[in-house]
């Protein structure tokens, strides 16, 4: 596709504004890659590794002279930063970030843009429990949903250049009403978080069991839990507190569910247990056919653990 922007900024350098670095570098998609992030250390690193072209020692610095601004950090420290670079942000420049809660980032974030300066929200469902500068890699959003939710009054070409630049790293766009994406995020990713974060949580109350036989046995069912809980606190902590209401919905009736099973296993209701197992498994089917999850048993992990899974 070649250049979509001349100078890309990303603030913040962990996994997600790195795994962009690498794939617009795959690409040739930036002419210049400016990044900033807020620890001495993490720049460091990002410097020692050649993450971006250039790392900068302030936001407002990366943010000068941008065609793109990428806001890369928790969702709760959005608008701080948007208040920080709005001074410096170039006429006709877009600013886009990448948090994982859509309602609250455009309202913290988009009353600092000032006029002239383009603002296309966008979350990429892409990402591992990893974080930090070193756990990028270019193919991270291949084949996977960016969803951008644009503001009232967003500009439909600079909308169209960043979904242009999404789909040459590889994802596929959609748009959509940033309250509707809380709700279908607290869904598919929001919810399922916590539950995993809780079950871990039980399963480290539980004294009956040692440590030791559940990290032995952890293969039926708790690894993938264990995996998911391991996703970084400061990410997730914002997560529920800025996408609050949708959360709460779901987990209500997450609950409700989650009795009715408890009374079906109690009253030995073998028929209710089999007829919902059987849904919920079409789901998973539903899932691998549209290309989002590989159907290989133990989701394709080979008998021998990778060195750096
Ligand atoms: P990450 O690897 O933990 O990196 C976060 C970056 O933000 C780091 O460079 C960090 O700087 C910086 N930062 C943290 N707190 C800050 C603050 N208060 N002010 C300024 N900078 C701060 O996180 P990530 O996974 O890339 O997530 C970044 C965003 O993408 C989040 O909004 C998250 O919701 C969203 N997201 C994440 C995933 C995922 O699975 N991880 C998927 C989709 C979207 P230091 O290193 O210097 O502390």
């Keep these: 596709m070649g250049r979509v922007y001349d100078r ?3 603030i913040g350098l962990g996994l997600i504004a790195g795994s962009m670095s690498l794939a617009m570098r795959e690409g040739g998609l930036a002419g210049e890659i ?17 993450l971006v072209d250039r790392v900068v020692e302030t936001a407002a610095e990366a943010a000068e002279g941008a065609d793109l601004i990428v806001l890369a950090v928790p969702v709760g420290a959005m608008g701080a930063v948007a208040a920080e670079i709005a001074p410096f942000l170039k006429p006709g420049a877009t600013v886009t ?22 603002f296309v929200p966008g979350h990429p469902l892409a990402g591992t429990e990893h974080s930090g500068p070193r756990s990028g890699f270019a193919s991270l959003f291949r084949n996977r949903w960016w969803l951008l939710t644009p ?6 070409e600079a909308v169209a250049r960043l979904a242009g630049l999404v789909r040459a790293m590889g994802a596929n766009v959609e748009e959509m009403d940033a309250a509707h ?13 916590l539950i995993a974060y809780t079950m871990v949580g039980v399963a480290d109350h539980l004294k009956r069991v040692t ?3 559940i990290i032995k046995y952890s293969a039926a069912g708790f690894r993938d839990f264990t995996r998911i809980a391991a996703s970084d606190p400061t990410m997730w902590r914002d997560v529920f507190l800025q996408n609050k209401d949708a959360v709460l919905d779901i987990l209500g009736r997450f609950t409700e569910e989650l009795f009715v099973l408890q009374r079906a296993i109690r009253m030995g209701d073998g028929a209710h247990l089999h007829d919902y197992f059987t849904r919920t498994r079409a789901i998973r089917r539903g ?6 999850d590989t159907a290989a048993p133990d989701f394709g992990r080979s008998q021998t653990p990778a060195k750096d899974a």
């Design 181 to 193: 994406h809380d709700l279908v995020l607290a869904v598919t990713s929001h919810t399922p978080h």
């Design 211 to 213: 440590e030791s036989e």
């Design 8 to 10: 890309v900024a990303l």
């Design 287 to 292: 899932i691998i056919e549209a290309g989002q």
């Design 151 to 156: 503001v009232e009054g967003s500009d439909p």
């Design 34 to 50: 400016v990044g900033y992030a807020r620890s001495p250390e993490t720049r460091a690193t990002a410097r020692e590794i050649g």
């Design 97 to 118: 970030d990448v948090g994982s809660v859509k309602r609250a980032v455009v309202e913290a974030v988009a009353p600092h843009i000032p006029a002239g300066v383009h």
